[in-house]
């Protein structure tokens, strides 16, 4: 993702109806995830946790905003919107059923999320609300979505624990980049980088979709984990052959 179409800085004054209208969004969300969840069959206690989840996220993303001295935006509401969505299909977890039997309404849930993913950066550019803050929480809640994606593959028996790789690259390389300070360095914009993060989520979408099973799906999965491993070689070869001028600035 390219941090200048994240979101999230809200300007300092604003009328209590556009604050009490930014609320609303992630709460609305909310609802809407809560419905995609029921209609997939999910049991009272599954929607339940959903609801927990995200609002234990909500709570949490506001404390850090507060400790950041940085305010939520109308961009950054429809990522926290977003992280909503994630917190529902990680409470789905709890019935690996729903990712198995009902694909489609798992998978529309997931779009919608990637939906609202080219919303907040439209309202964040639109109404000049891209922060440092905003692109990291946009980033993060990408993250987090392909994780859970993994994890519901997994769950749903589309694909063995390789599938996880998809999700945990990229906390591999944060990893990393503790021992290796040069892959701390900031990336140039990358196209490629980009659409190999779309690919990931809609091989992740197509195959938890009844529109392909069983070997189908390993190799659309199997496709986008051979293109995140590419994009990866890419930058860190990049990074090792800059690494003198990083040490230098």
């Not at 995200?54 to 404390?63: E, K, N």
């Not at 196209?191 to 979709?209: M, N, P, T």
Request: proline share 4%; glycine share 10%; hydrophobic share 55%.
């Amino acid at each position: 993702m390219n941090p200048s179409d994240s979101a999230h800085a809200k300007p300092p004054t604003q009328p209590n109806w556009a604050s009490a209208g930014q609320r609303a969004v992630p709460i609305a969300g909310l609802g809407v995830g809560i419905t995609f969840l029921g209609w997939a069959g999910a049991n009272t206690s599954t929607l339940l946790s959903g609801a927990l989840v995200a609002c234990v996220f909500f709570v949490g993303i506001d404390t850090v905003a507060v400790l950041k001295n940085h305010s939520l935006g109308w961009a950054s509401r429809v990522t926290q919107a977003r992280l909503a969505l994630v917190g529902l299909l990680v409470a789905a977890l709890l019935e690996p059923a729903v990712y198995r039997d009902a694909g489609w309404m798992i998978a529309g849930l997931a779009l919608f999320a990637l939906i609202l993913d080219g919303v907040d950066g439209f309202l964040a550019r639109r109404l000049g609300e891209c922060s440092d803050f905003g692109a990291r929480f946009d980033m993060e809640v990408d993250a987090a979505l392909i994780m859970v994606l993994c994890l519901g593959a997994l769950a749903a028996g589309l694909a063995g624990p390789w599938v996880l790789l998809l999700g945990l690259m990229r906390y591999f390389f944060l990893l990393a980049g503790q021992t290796l300070t040069w892959l701390q360095s900031p990336l140039p914009s990358s196209f490629r980088r980009k659409l190999v993060c779309v690919w990931q989520i809609g091989a992740l979408l197509v195959a938890i979709s009844p529109l392909v099973a069983g070997l189908g799906a390993e190799v659309i999965l199997l496709s986008a984990l051979a293109g995140l491993v590419y994009s990866f070689a890419v930058d860190i070869q990049w990074l090792y052959n800059n690494r003198r001028v990083s040490y230098s600035q």
